[in-house]
């Protein structure tokens, strides 16, 4: 079972490890010194959003703020940035919660019962993510074992370095354009793939909508069925009961045709 955590040691000596102030980081990641200084105090709660900007500033991958079973790293100072050409912009993926949890077989009541709130606030705080306080977004992942780095898109850790390069390998002997192509292709396909699903949904939406409408019609066409159902029923009773009354009834004219030839 994995635990994560949020490394708030280095947030709290992030002045030292840089070398610069703490005034030049609230300046580069657009937080007020004022604001800044109250996270370092603890008086206030550091956001999931609130990372990610400091992060993207400074050029600091995430990871180095997540410790992980107990184990923080405090990066060196010639480690603790990467350079600007290699560096990839963090985001929040709220997108990703929905297919995360329905592929670990975790529902958003198990999600709001692991952050003790209501389920479509757990909902909201997943899809949002910039207000989402670091430490209950760790806790949570940590209580649902799904990992942090399924909703926080850092493609500067080791993992996504190695996985790129032996990527690029494999791509050494496809031509110039095509590989062109393939090194654009997952974004694009990730946008059509979004694109798709939107228009999956409002089908579905479409098609619930015809379902519905074709259910009422049901419900309908039932009721004028039973209807006709008895009247044809009534209609036959009274059919038979007319036979009957006729099968009873004497043949008159038979018997008087008896009468005469017998005289």
């Not at 609230?26 to 200084?37: D, E, F, T």
């Not at 997540?66 to 963090?90: F, K, L, Y």
């Not at 009354?245 to 009468?259: G, N, Q, R, V």
Request: hydrophobic residues 35%; aromatic residues 10%; glycine residues 4%.
């Amino acid at each position: 079972m994995v635990k994560w955590e949020f490394n708030l040691n280095l947030l709290l000596g992030l002045s030292g490890v840089l070398d610069i102030s703490f005034a030049e980081i609230a300046r580069r990641s657009g937080i007020k010194q004022q604001m800044l200084s109250r996270y370092i105090q603890q008086d206030f709660v550091v956001s999931v959003g609130t990372l990610i900007k400091i992060c993207n500033a400074l050029r600091m991958p995430i990871y180095y703020f997540v410790a992980e079973n107990g184990v923080s790293v405090i990066p060196e100072r010639e480690n603790a940035t990467i350079p600007r050409d290699d560096w990839h912009s963090i985001r929040w993926d709220g997108q990703a919660a929905e297919s995360v949890f329905y592929k670990n077989h975790i529902s958003w009541t198990d999600v709001s019962k692991a952050m003790v709130i209501k389920s479509q606030n757990a909902r909201k705080r997943f899809l949002e993510g910039t207000r989402f306080p670091v430490d209950e977004f760790f806790d949570t992942c940590s209580k649902l074992q799904v990992s942090p780095y399924n909703f926080i898109i850092d493609r500067n850790r080791p993992e996504e370095k190695k996985r790129r390069n032996a990527n690029r390998k494999e791509r050494q002997d496809v031509p110039q354009g095509f590989r062109e192509r393939m090194e654009s292709a997952p974004a694009d396909d990730i946008a059509t793939l979004r694109k798709e699903i939107e228009e999956l949904r409002a089908t579905i939406g479409t098609i619930q909508g015809q379902y519905n409408t074709l259910r009422q019609d049901f419900g309908v066409l039932r009721k004028e069925y039973n209807a006709l159902a008895y009247r044809v029923n009534v209609n036959i009773d009274t059919i038979n009961n007319s036979h009957l009354s006729i099968a009873a009834e004497p043949d008159t004219d038979f018997e008087k045709k008896s009468t005469r030839k017998d005289k």
